[in-house]
T-cell receptor
Framework: SQQGEEDPQALSIQEGENATMNCSYK?????LQWYRQNSGRGLVHLIL?????REKHSGRLRVTLDTSKKSSSLLITASRAADTASYFC??????????????FGKGTTLSVSS | ETGVTQTPRHLVMGMTNKKSLKCEQH?????MYWYKQSAKKPLELMFV???????ENNSVPSRFSPECPNSSHLFLHLHTLQPEDSALYLC?????????????FGEGSRLTVL
């Protein structure tokens, strides 16, 4: 079953602009993760935010989490053409169960033009 | 290089063929996963293995048969597939009972069923 739902489905911006992607989920979580996928390749982990955290930074990435609204956002600042990819949020299939799989949303396809 | 290697990267097979996908991880992880990624659909979880034991089977048709001989290797045996099974098959691993639940993905095996 689908847990995360990203919004928008597609986003086109110019280099240097910021990109914001949103994710909504349905059930209680202990963490939420964001992944990136270049076309036809495997997914790469970007950042994990725990349920007791509200904001987290990693380089040009900023993730927020609002557990009351069951939503998260990923902000990429000063985007580059190399940021062109699909971005997915993911949540554990079973909260607080070690070794459980992640459930992914449909993703946001980001296109950054130079 | 993510530490998870999938072979073959591309596979074309007829509906009556039998083939296998292979995944190997060099990260010392205890959990391994198969996901299916079809066009315009979210990643679909197929199977989860923890310490070589299958812990999740997401109602996958029996024409897909997983095998996990040890914690480092995972296979997906394919037989009498349908054209709708054409997709990118992604293998991933994680620490399992320890760690944050971050998944490390291989580059995928692109399967085309004729």
């Amino acid at each position: 079953s689908q847990q995360g739902e990203e919004d928008p489905q597609a986003l086109s911006i110019q280099e240097g602009e910021n990109a914001t992607m949103n994710c909504s989920y349905k059930t209680s979580i202990n963490n939420l993760q964001w992944y990136r996928q270049n076309s036809g390749r495997g997914l790469v982990h970007l950042i994990l935010i725990r349920s007791n955290e509200r904001e987290k930074h990693s380089g040009r990435l900023r993730v927020t989490l609002d557990t009351s609204k069951k939503s998260s956002s990923l902000l990429i600042t000063a985007s580059r053409a190399a940021d062109t990819a699909s971005y997915f949020c993911a949540t554990p299939r079973v909260a607080n169960q070690a070794g459980t799989a992640l459930i992914f949303g449909k993703g946001t396809t980001l296109s950054v033009s130079s | 290089e993510t530490g998870v290697t999938q072979t073959p990267r591309h596979l074309v097979m007829g509906m009556t063929n039998k083939k296998s996908l292979k995944c190997e991880q060099h990260l010392g992880h205890n959990a391994m996963y198969w996901y299916k990624q079809s066009a315009k659909k979210p990643l679909e979880l197929m199977f989860v293995y923890n310490f070589k034991e299958q812990t999740e089977n997401n109602s996958v048709p029996s024409r897909f048969s997983p095998e996990c001989p040890n914690s480092s290797h995972l296979f997906l045996h394919l037989h009498t597939l349908q054209p709708e099974d054409s997709a990118l098959y992604l293998c991933a691993s994680s620490h399992g009972t320890s760690g944050s639940g971050e998944l490390f993905f291989g580059e995928g095996s692109r399967l085309t069923v004729l």
